[in-house]
Structure formats: structure tokens, C-alpha cells
């Protein structure tokens, strides 16, 4: 049996949305030898509550804790708070033994087996993500001169990605983030997600949105893109990692897209165990 490292980064505000993530992953996933490991500054106040929760589905559950003082020599302001650097570096934080983990972000909900993206051989490269493109390849031109990074294949998404750890490891360095952040923070509109395609875009694979990492704002978007084929039965049957991205959130009431009732529903039986 494949054992399957997933890696999230909540706080306590988010714990609910994280357990309907980690349900829709479980009920889906070929394969339920999980170890979820969730990177957090100080133990979460619901640890409890999680703990419970996993073991109740046979879910091994790792809290890794940063710590108060593992980013006091990074810069950090309003608009980049420490927590931008969790992912980037959570390399170093993790057990040595682990090769490879899958982290997602806690809005996302999983439609199909994540075993496929988990298996994928990366050979040299980093991570895999997606990229959400449009007809225009103009947003990808305008992010390569702002991050400065022309060998990139896209502008990746850091929502889903698939890391690399034995790679990454020898290759992600604490100093080299802290120090492209210092010199070009004032050029950054998406923090982590600037680092990580500005140092690393290059040595990311590309995978696909509408399978990986299918942005639930742009379902219109998407049928445009595919002629039509991708509507909601074709989601529902294909894609694996539906991604509620920006502002508005399925768990809200006002939440009236057409993704609404199928998050609703996993949240029910999440809210069961």
C-alpha cells in the first residue's frame, strides 16, 4: 500500500475547512494510508479536535510545529507575515525520512483519486503545479519580467504542490528566500507564490489546472477553454482538486455558485464523524 504524505498550514480559524478537506481527500483517495502533517506556529488550540478526527478515519496525524522564533531573522511586515515562508521552507521542518509530500491549501476540495499526481516522477525538478492560464499569454509575460525569471514554463499556482523533498532539500535554501524578499518584497503581490516562481519557477513542472487545481471562480472561463466539454459532470468525473480561490468560500451562507452544494455536502459528513 502507498503511503500517501499530505502537508497543510492552518491556523485555528481554519481547522473546520481543513477537516472537510482531509475528508474529501480520504473518501476518494485509492489509497488510505495518509499522514497528514500540518505546519503550525505554536500547537493549534484544536489540536484535540484533529486528533480525534483523524483517528476516527485511521488518518496519522503530524502537527509540526515552527515555533515562536524560527522566522525572527526574516523580514515580515503586514503584507508578508511569517507564515509566507512555511511552505518554502517546510523542508526543513519535516521528518528527513519523508521523500516526497503533497501540500494543498485548506479550500480545496477533493473530487478524485490524488494517487495519479502523487506517483508522478518529477526526475529533477522541484515541485508540480498548475498554472491557471487564459486564451492570453500576456499575464505569464508580465509576471516573468516582474519576477525575472524568463526560463519559467508558466506562472505557477503554489495552492497545489507536489514536493519533491529529496530534491528540495538540497536545492531550497533559507538564505536565498530571505534575501530575494528583502530586495524585491516591494515588487511582490503574492508573497510566497512570487518566491516560489521567482527562484524556482524553472524547475517546476507544469500540471494541469483543470485536473490539479480547477480555480471554482472561473467555471465559465473553463467550458470557453474546453469548447464546452468541461462543465460540471466533466468536474465532477475528472478533476481532482477542485480550489475555491479568492474571497468568497462555499462554507459561507451567501455562497451560491455552482460548486455550492457539492462542498455543502462533504462538509455535512465531515461534520458526522
Known amino acids: 500500500m502507498t503511503k500517501l504524505n499530505l502537508l497543510y498550514s492552518i491556523d485555528d480559524a481554519y481547522v473546520d475547512q481543513f477537516k472537510v478537506t482531509i475528508y474529501s481527500v480520504y473518501q476518494m483517495s485509492s489509497q ?96 508540480a503545479a498548475a498554472s491557471h492560464i487564459t486564451d492570453s499569454n ?45 530586495n524585491k518584497g516591494h515588487l511582490l503581490v503574492l508573497p510566497d507564490q512570487d518566491v516560489l516562481n521567482a527562484l524556482y519557477g524553472h524547475k517546476t513542472m507544469l500540471i494541469p489546472d483543470q485536473i490539479y487545481n480547477f480555480d471554482a471562480r472561473y467555471s465559465i472561463l473553463y467550458q470557453a477553454r474546453s469548447g464546452g466539454i468541461w462543465d460540471l459532470d466533466w468536474v465532477i468525473g475528472h478533476t481532482v482538486f477542485l480550489h475555491f480561490c479568492g474571497r468568497d468560500k462555499p462554507w459561507k451562507k451567501e455562497y451560491r455558485s455552482r460548486y455550492a452544494a457539492l462542498y455543502k455536502h462533504y462538509q455535512h459528513l465531515a461534520q458526522l464523524i
Do not use: W
Not at 151 to 169: C, D, H, K, P
Open 32 to 127: 488510505k494510508q495518509l499522514h497528514v502533517y500540518v505546519l503550525q506556529k505554536t500547537l493549534l488550540s484544536k489540536h484535540e479536535e484533529i486528533l480525534q478526527f483523524c483517528q476516527t478515519l485511521g488518518i496519522h496525524y503530524h502537527p509540526v510545529v515552527i515555533g515562536e522564533e524560527a522566522f525572527s531573522d526574516a523580514p515580515t511586515t503586514d503584507r508578508y507575515p511569517e507564515t509566507i515562508y512555511y511552505r518554502l521552507l517546510a523542508h526543513e521542518y519535516l521528518p528527513q525520512d519523508l521523500d516526497k509530500i503533497l501540500y494543498m491549501d485548506a479550500d480545496i476540495l477533493c473530487l478524485n483519486d490524488i494517487l495519479p499526481l502523487y506517483e508522478t516522477d518529477l526526475r529533477d525538478k522541484l515541485y
Open 138 to 182: 500576456i499575464p505569464d509575460l508580465v509576471n516573468k519580467l516582474r519576477l525575472g525569471n524568463y526560463e519559467a514554463e508558466s506562472y505557477f499556482n503554489s495552492g497545489v504542490l507536489m514536493i519533491n523533498l529529496t530534491a528540495v532539500r538540497k536545492e531550497v535554501k533559507r538564505q536565498d528566500i530571505l534575501n530575494y524578499i528583502a
